[in-house]
């Protein structure tokens, strides 16, 4: 599996420099995971980053030399393997491997599947997308999410009483 | 301008009860509310609130850092879904 951590922007300057975006939780860890390759694998970007301007960062890429080289890599998508990352601590998952499963209730009825994670500032949340079109958010806490079996492709959950069911009749803004 | 002091942290009463009774009961739910302009008091510390952001609710954990500010600011109106990356999420 290949993840997405950054974006080449475009050109700057006339040596051959790129503007990259980053897209990883520390902006300076896209140089950390080893080379970079496009979607397909195919194309490798050793990049060294050389700066930072206005919330991208400056890199130079092995052999582009010119502002056209450059620029012609305007908009590529940049990829690691998704083994090159460290193994997370006990009960910290990586988004990339929880987005996808499939939440299953605990007697084993499909739900949806796990559409998003988010962190507002008041703990981490998983947003399910279900069959419906709904896109309920439950706390990411082991009372409402007590399995996740990343190899077995699911995650349990036991939704509080209410929250998967929006807009009930009796429940109406004071 | 500040809130003048005297007048105490701005609350809709509703809240107030609502937590109450949740403790009371002690059933872990999500207390459901609309007023994303009230003030998180101590009394809210350990509850979760599904906080309305105009579409659905957001849960919100409230913990002691939380004191002072507003329900609102945990709540955001607009979703910037972003790129997974190496983004990692610890479960509480």
């Given at each position: ?76 998508r940049l990829f690691v393997d998704r083994a090159a990352l460290p193994p997370p601590d006990e009960d910290e998952f990586y988004h990339a491997d929880l987005i996808g499963l499939r939440a ?38 082991r009372e409402t999410v007590p399995e996740i079996d990343p190899a077995a492709g699911r995650i349990v959950v036991d939704p509080p009483p209410g929250l998967l069911d929006e807009a009930k ?6 | ?92």
């Open positions: 599996m290949r993840i997405c951590v950054g974006q080449i922007l475009g050109a700057h300057g006339v040596r051959g420099l790129v503007k990259l975006a980053s897209f990883t939780e520390d902006p300076e860890a896209i140089s950390h995971y080893g080379d970079l390759t496009d979607q397909a694998g195919t194309r490798t970007f050793p990049v060294e980053l050389v700066g930072s301007n206005k919330g991208h960062w400056i890199a130079r890429i092995d052999k582009v030399d010119d502002r056209d080289a450059a620029q012609a890599l305007g908009g590529t299953e209730l605990a007697d084993g009825t499909v739900l949806g599947t796990v559409a998003a994670m988010h962190n507002f500032g008041a703990g981490d949340i998983v947003e399910l997308a279900l069959p419906s079109g709904k896109r309920p958010l439950l706390p990411f806490d009749s009796g429940d109406v803004q004071p | 301008m500040a809130r003048s002091v005297w007048k105490g942290p701005f609350l809709d009463g509703y809240l107030l009860k609502k937590a109450d009774k949740s403790r009371s009961s002690g059933r872990n739910e999500i207390l459901k509310i609309w007023s994303r302009r009230s003030t998180i008091l101590p009394q809210f510390v350990g509850l979760t609130f599904g906080v309305y952001n105009g579409q659905k609710f957001i849960p919100v954990l409230v913990t002691d850092n939380m004191i002072g500010h507003k329900f609102g600011e945990f709540s955001p109106t607009r979703t910037f879904y972003g790129h997974a990356s190496d983004k990692k999420s610890k479960r509480s």
